[in-house]
């Protein structure tokens, strides 16, 4: 089911109503509906795979129960790589097991032997990736036993697919909502408030901001040998507009319809296109994500205490593992290594947390260095999408190439006037609240209620009237 | 918890009013033009909207033509048009073959809300899905006239867009929806004699290769007996034809003209209504 879906628009009052009013009283019921709802939500999209989520739910609740009691060092550590390789495995054959065949046998006729390996005719799961993580983290923060492992499997449960954020995140970890499943939910009008603003600007990131640059996008990536280097650099920019607008999108949905449900989920995108170093973009671009990394690969790798060389092979893994998390392409794990090339150099000088704190805080302009700052780590992350959209390698390096030629001093072939003003205005409001966790969070706040309902009127009047052409969300592919 | 519902019932209450006065607002800003008195209106679809020369009808007749002719326009769009052309205009209207045949879900239907058109669909076979389409389709209001149109650029020979097989598939066998078409477009015709429009039928040309396909269709005895539906309608009604040269390509592709058989098309169509009182098909040949 999308988020921008009739389906989603009639299924998510009903819950709503059914959970604040029906089951108020009684939490295991909440948590019992949420389970069922979530089941439903996912099923609705192919009910045979919900099979998986229900056997990595009872994987990861067994092996919980077994380490509460185990204090042999081995059988702990056994009872977590049962956990880790199922859910990886699954991870491997859904998303990964063409990709290695394929490479294989490629490999193997390169030396000149020829062998037989024949790929699988397989669906992705939508949203395997990001439940798979999610309860990776239960498992691991029970074995390092920072969490108590749960005894009530329907709050796991509900914790492993609570439907908000279970097919694209954000990744939540267990220490922050496997505890919110125990207490009693309380309705905060405000809160609830809150979160229908945060899912309304997230359907204008979608709708309006991603629909419509994924067209151009589009239109520029799949024909880019007929468009000269202007148009390569417009059609780049629409897709780093539709990859943020869909993805922060999704994100600004998911977390305004947990607090509809009394839920706190972690901020996934901090306004990253306004980063002053590639080491502030990777802080506030799918920060449940890079989080994830740096918490259970790069720390227990050892992260930047040995010498450089360590570093310098850290950086390198968390990336390349990041970018090959998004697909089973080598343009995902290119754009990996890419953000490494851009992130060592700051990481080697020290610089990496010069630019902990919001861009031109307290004032309306950035300075010309914060702004040159800003423009230089946009133009980085820009040339690192378009190895993230394109088909292949080749595809990439015909599409920097040509980027990179006489024909990018030409007027672009494709000039679309509307979109280019929505996104100008889009950069403008993202701009004026990015100090708060989502662009609109306090703008009208202190309005008169006829101006503050004048401007949700409009955002949604530009929803309806610019809403692209209706596109699934990327990260439902990864 | 009750203030929340309170509020998100009114809201969207609040908001449907709200919108209502932003939409017809917008619309009647929009399409202004059709308040417009003593002037031509053109409705078909693209090979309508390719095949008027609208400034050299409007030279030949000496009145303001303006076009709602849009590529893929469709039954609804048509419904649309007869309730906005005033009382006592006159009307070009090109009810194409290929308008007739198209998939429903191909039609463009982007010329605002009518309960009245869509009343109508939903009488005629148009399902209640189908008819949402058509309502999302239309929550943003579109500028449905306009003074000009792009012509295509004379060239030598045709650029084939769309190849014969393509036609082949439209008129392989009778769509099942034809009758329904066919029955709505008869209504909105009747809609525009009730309102006292003077009438002018043009039937514009395909390539001989898509004739062909045409002449051989089971189809085609379907959209030749619509002809004379339409003419029962009237009192007086005449088919006359108009003759293209072939000194020069008047094709852009198999069923558009360019801009050398728009305009002498436009021309020779000018000359004829200015002499003519009666309700004519014109035949392009």
């Known amino acids: ?478 | 918890m009750r203030r929340f519902i309170r509020k998100s019932i009114l809201f969207p209450i609040c908001f449907l009013g709200a919108y209502m006065v932003v939409f017809i607002s917008a619309n009647a800003y929009l399409n202004r033009v059709f308040d417009s008195e003593g002037v031509i209106f053109v409705w078909g679809d693209s090979q309508a909207y390719q095949g008027v020369d609208l400034e050299e009808l409007s030279n030949e007749i000496g009145k303001k033509v303006y076009t709602s002719a849009h590529h893929g326009a469709g039954v609804y769009d048509f419904l649309l048009f007869t309730e906005r052309v005033p009382e006592n205009s006159n009307v070009i209207v090109s009810i194409s073959k290929l308008v007739q045949v198209r998939r429903k879900e191909n039609d463009y239907n982007r010329s605002g809300l009518s309960f009245w058109a869509m009343k109508n669909l939903f009488k005629n076979g148009y399902s209640l899905s189908e008819i949402r389409t058509v309502v999302l389709k239309n929550i943003k209001p579109h500028s449905n006239i306009s003074e000009t149109t792009e012509l295509y650029a004379y060239a030598d020979s045709m650029r084939i867009q769309l190849p014969l097989s393509h036609f082949r598939d439209y008129y392989q066998k009778i769509p099942i929806f034809l009758g329904d078409k066919q029955n709505l477009y008869l209504i909105g015709i009747e809609n525009l004699i009730l309102k006292n429009c003077e009438m002018t039928f043009i039937e514009f040309p395909y390539h001989r290769e898509l004739e062909s396909i045409e002449n051989q269709s089971p189809i085609k005895k379907k959209t030749d007996d619509f002809i004379f539906r339409i003419g029962s309608l009237f009192n007086e009604f005449k088919t006359d034809t108009l003759w293209l040269s072939k000194d020069q390509n008047n094709f852009s592709d198999l069923s558009h003209l360019n801009s050398v058989g728009a305009n002498q098309l436009s021309k020779q169509l000018g000359e004829k209504m200015t002499n003519n009182e009666r309700t004519t098909m014109y035949i392009v040949r």
């Open chain 1, 1 to 478: 089911m999308l988020f921008n879906s009739i389906d989603f628009a009639v299924f998510l009052p009903i819950v709503f109503i059914l959970y604040w009013f029906l089951f108020k009283s009684n939490l295991k019921l909440q948590n019992l509906l949420i389970v069922v709802s979530s089941y439903v939500f996912y099923g609705w999209w192919d009910w045979r795979f919900l099979s998986l989520i229900v056997f990595s739910t009872a994987v990861d609740y067994t092996v919980g129960q077994y380490l509460r009691n185990e204090e042999n060092q081995l059988r702990r550590k056994v009872l977590l790589w049962t956990s880790i390789l199922v859910n990886l495995g699954f991870l491997c054959l859904f998303k990964y097991y063409n990709f290695f065949i394929d490479n294989f046998t490629a490999a193997f006729s390169f030396f000149g032997t020829e062998i037989s390996a024949s790929s699988l005719d397989i669906i992705l799961p939508v949203g395997i990736s990001f439940y798979t993580f999610q309860t990776l983290s239960y498992t691991i923060d029970v074995y390092k036993q920072k969490l108590e492992p749960t005894k009530d499997i329907i709050a796991f449960s509900a914790f492993v697919s609570f439907f908000p954020q279970l097919v694209a995140g954000p990744i939540e970890r267990a220490t922050n909502l496997l505890p919110q499943f125990y207490k009693e939910r309380k309705f905060d009008y405000s809160r609830a408030v809150d979160g229908m603003r945060q899912i309304l600007w997230g359907l204008f990131k979608k709708i309006v901001i991603a629909d419509n640059c994924a067209q151009y996008a589009n239109e520029i990536f799949n024909n880019s040998a007929d468009y000269g280097g202007s148009t390569l650099i417009l059609g780049a920019l629409f897709f780093t507009f539709q990859i943020y607008g869909d993805f922060s999108g999704y994100s600004d949905i998911a977390i305004g319809t947990s607090r509809l449900f009394g839920f706190n989920l972690k901020q996934n995108f901090a306004f990253p296109y306004f980063s002053r170093d590639i080491a502030e973009f990777w802080r506030r671009w799918h920060i449940s994500l890079s989080t994830w990394f740096r918490d259970y690969l790069y720390i227990p790798l050892g992260g930047s205490r040995g010498g450089a060389m360590m570093k310098v092979r850290n950086t390198f893994i968390i990336f390349i593992v990041s970018g090959f998390w998004h697909g089973a392409n080598w343009t995902f794990i290119v754009w990996g290594a890419l953000n490494a090339i851009y992130f060592l150099p700051i990481l080697l000088t020290n610089r990496n947390r010069k630019n902990i704190d919001t861009v031109a805080s307290g004032r309306l302009f950035p300075s010309p260095n914060e702004f040159l700052s800003m423009g230089a780590t946009f133009g980085l992350t820009v040339i690192a999408w378009v190895f993230f959209r394109a088909e292949n390698m080749g595809h990439a390096m015909a599409y920097i190439s040509e980027i990179f030629s006489s024909s990018t001093f030409n007027i672009p072939e494709i000039r679309p006037r509307n979109t280019t003003l929505l996104i100008i205005g889009f950069l403008v409001i993202e701009w004026y609240g990015r100090g708060q966790q989502f662009a609109i969070q306090n703008l009208g706040i202190q309005w008169k209620r006829p101006f503050r309902y004048a401007l949700y009127y409009a955002i949604i009047i530009l929803i309806f009237w610019f809403g692209g052409k209706e596109q699934e969300f990327i990260y439902f592919q990864f």
